[in-house]
């Protein structure tokens, strides 16, 4: 594995490239990103590519990508920028992606501002919450995370994320009216070092989870697009999203194994499948559906 450093617009993008041996594999670089999840989190799927040239990257200002804009929050359009810088580094040609949650909301900005960059993505559980038809709801519930959060720290913050996350079906009044979430119950810590800047329990990332695909460039785009869900996420916010998203671009969304993290090993926390996930995935590039 070889790490550059891209010094883009307001930010210093650093990218890893994992090169098979020979390298001439006769296939497009894949493209693996997230947000916030950094480059980190792809080790165990890019494991299971050894065949393919495997490109991850760290968002701006997230991991080893420093920041020099003068901002904190995260969008869609200034990720797309960066990627699509990071695919010219490459060399210019189109790559594959894989992209999930975060980054699969990029990745479809992409695609719609850069359509020769992609010839195949799967978007994997983009959390696009405004296109569920509790939008509002959701809303609602998103914001109820960040009162937590900056009440109580991070650990309250993230038991009311895995609450939210983990409610089955649209956002009621009954959602509303449980307790608050005990950091206890999910292992997590009920103290506060007075940190407020975590991407994914702030507001920082809102402009992700708000975004509005732009559905005509992306159908009139050449790239072939796939909507990716967990199989354990049906009737949760990611899964729902998810069927939310394929709707609005008319497609069927195309299943895979395990959950929202379902490529991840156990280091990160719950283990997913990445064996399965990874062999699904090449299924999905290699045409099936």
Not at 32 to 42: E, S
Not at 148 to 176: D, I, L, P, Q
């Amino acid at each position: 594995m070889e790490t550059y450093t891209l010094r883009a617009a307001g930010a210093d993008l650093v990218y890893d490239v994992r090169r098979p041996s020979p390298t001439d594999d006769g296939r497009p670089p894949l493209l693996m990103i997230g947000q916030p999840m950094d480059a980190a989190g792809f080790a165990a799927l890019a494991a299971r590519f050894p065949e393919r040239t495997v490109v991850t990257y760290d968002p701006r200002g997230l991991g080893r990508s420093v920041r020099k804009d003068g901002r904190v929050d995260h969008t869609p359009e200034i990720q797309a920028e960066d990627v699509h810088a990071v695919v010219e580094a490459l060399g210019g040609g189109p790559v594959e992606m894989f992209a999930s949650s975060g980054g699969a909301v990029t990745a479809l900005a992409v695609v719609a501002r850069y359509p020769d960059d992609v010839t195949t993505l799967v978007a994997h559980e983009p959390p696009l919450i405004t296109l569920t038809p509790d939008g509002p709801a959701a809303v609602r519930a998103r914001a109820r995370v960040l009162e937590a959060y900056g009440k109580r720290g991070w650990g309250a913050g993230m038991a009311a994320f895995v609450a939210m996350t983990s409610w089955e079906g649209e956002f009621t009044e009954a959602f509303f009216a449980q307790p608050d979430a005990d950091p206890a119950t999910f292992g997590m810590p009920a103290g506060d070092d007075g940190s407020r800047e975590d991407p994914l329990l702030s507001d920082r990332s809102w402009a992700i989870s708000s975004y509005r695909p732009d559905a005509e460039a992306i159908t009139a785009a050449a790239t072939r697009v796939v909507i990716a869900v967990g199989e354990e996420s049906e009737g949760v916010q990611t899964g729902r999203t998810s069927v939310a998203t394929a709707g609005l671009l008319d497609l069927a969304v195309t299943t895979f194994p395990s959950h929202h993290g379902g490529f991840l090993d156990g280091e990160f926390g719950y283990p997913g499948k990445p064996d399965e996930f990874g062999h699904r995935l090449r299924e999905v590039l290699d045409g099936a559906s």
